[in-house]
């Protein structure tokens, strides 16, 4: 296969959301194992929704994803390739002009329905004269241009899907050009994947119809056929469709709450594909996992829960190294044995910084049972501590007070923590320190 280029294509008029950074990370990292190109389209023809704040959002979630793209265009800058395309599809007799007004539309699309028909564009604008056409115009009627379609199957081999085929015939000439003279979606899209040499169109599986409608246009313009492959879409846990609109789960929304980019990357490639769901630590990892012939049809299930879970599984391996300026950032730097004592118990990298006030203080001991604790502080080992002490110290304890199990560590814990659970405690005793022991099962907050 000669190197792939590839592209994700969203329109900036919202922030980009779990289930388009699936189809992001499908085109990026298809690029990156293959060391191909990977292109980030703004599909920015509607003046109107689109912004500018928008399209610097989907940049920034992609760099943190780690998948920055090797070239950005932009449509709203390309408009002349569209009329030069608009153009030729005139001259072949493909790209005819319509009068009629949405409302008129609207009731010949009832009256078909009432009638038991389908509701497609019965194109009466095929049938007007020249003289027809310079009438309406008069009436400063302007056109919007539909490409005729031929009433015939569409077929193509879909990376995912297999052999797939659309019937043609029961769809509507698509509008290509507003009656304003903008473009919609779907001739820009075809005109800049001939352009750009796009070699696979990896996208969602709502744009299947498109892609017959799609593949008549490269056809009429004389252009090649890239491969398409259609991905199943994410849905919230309960089923529904995500929306940008919505804001529904952004990008920039999971990386607020301080989730890692690689837990959000495994799970936006992995679910709903013949692999298990897990945290894979490296993009070129979950690049290799990829298999556009095992991806499920069904839509896949996007659960928040799983993806703390992950984050978590991915944050009990992280090594030190890897967060240390994370932590100095939270003011939680408390060196590697920190780092290794409560990695164990984070959901995310971020909480680091309640176990630091734990260990480093104030917090308000916990003081159950008075006359065991104060047993307890006569029996701390003498400086220096180590990774030892707890169990010296607590079998000390054990033997002159006969206390054991639950009814032993509880207690110390929550003096010493001010919580009922927590890291195991032999690691935290020495960062804790004799000193501030002490002042805790003394019940002073320290
Ligand atoms: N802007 C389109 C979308 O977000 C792009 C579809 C495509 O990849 O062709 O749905």
């Keep these: ?24 990370l499908m085109n990026a990292l298809f690029a990156r194992r293959e060391k191909g190109v990977f292109v980030l389209r703004f599909d920015d023809t509607d003046l109107e929704r689109s912004r500018r704040e928008y399209a610097d959002s989907i940049e920034v979630d992609l760099a943190w994803l780690g998948i920055p793209p090797d070239v950005v265009v932009r449509q709203s800058e390309r408009i002349e390739f569209y009329d030069a395309a608009a153009e030729r599809l005139r001259d072949v007799g493909r790209l005819y002009p319509c009068y009629e007004t949405a409302e008129e539309l609207e009731f010949r699309r009832k009256r078909q329905l009432a009638r038991g028909q389908p509701p497609i564009y019965d194109r009466a604008a095929l049938k007007l004269t020249q003289e027809d056409r310079e009438k309406l115009e008069a009436e400063g009627r302007r056109p919007h241009w539909r490409f005729r379609l031929d009433h015939r199957v569409v077929g193509w081999t879909d990376m995912v899907r ?9 769809l509507s000439d698509p509008v290509l050009v507003r009656e304003d003279g903008t473009y919609l979606y779907t001739l820009p899209s075809i005109v800049d994947d001939v352009e750009l040499k796009i070699s696979h169109v990896i996208r969602g599986e709502d744009h299947v119809t498109n892609t017959a409608v799609q593949i008549q246009i490269f056809e009429a313009l004389g252009a090649h056929i890239p491969l398409f492959g259609h991905i199943n879409l994410l849905t919230t846990a309960s089923g529904e469709g995500l929306s940008k609109r919505l804001g529904h789960l952004s990008l920039t929304s999971l990386r607020e709450a301080g989730l890692e980019p690689q837990a959000v990357a495994s799970l936006a490639v992995l679910v709903g594909t013949a692999e298990s ?37 991915l944050v009990h391996e992280m090594p030190y190294e890897a967060v240390r300026s994370r932590l100095a950032a939270l003011d939680a730097d408390g060196g590697e044995a920190f780092w290794l004592a409560i990695r164990g118990n984070l959901t995310k990298v971020v909480d680091a910084a309640e176990w630091w006030v734990i260990v480093h203080g104030p917090i308000v001991p916990i003081i159950t049972e008075r006359a065991f604790i104060d047993d307890a502080r006569k029996l701390l080992p003498p400086a220096p501590w180590d990774a030892g002490t707890w169990k010296t110290w607590t079998d000390a304890v054990k ?7 639950k009814a032993l560590f509880m207690p110390l814990r929550q003096a010493l923590t001010g919580l009922d659970h927590g890291p195991e405690l032999g690691a935290l005793l020495p960062l804790i320190g004799p000193e501030r022991a002490k002042a805790r099962l003394s019940g002073e907050a320290a």
């Design 399 to 405: 033997a002159a007070t006969g206390v054991k199990g």
């Design 277 to 313: 769901v897990r945290p894979v630590a490296d993009l070129d990892e979950l690049a290799r996992l990829i298999d556009f012939n095992h991806i499920s049809r069904a839509p896949a299930k996007f659960d928040e829960h799983e993806l703390e879970q992950l984050n978590a599984r």
């Design 1 to 24: 296969m000669s190197k792939p280029i590839v592209r994700f294509a969203p329109s900036p008029t919202g922030r980009i959301h779990i289930g388009n950074a699936r189809q992001a």
């Design 162 to 170: 297999g052999e797939s085929q659309v019937d043609c015939s029961s």
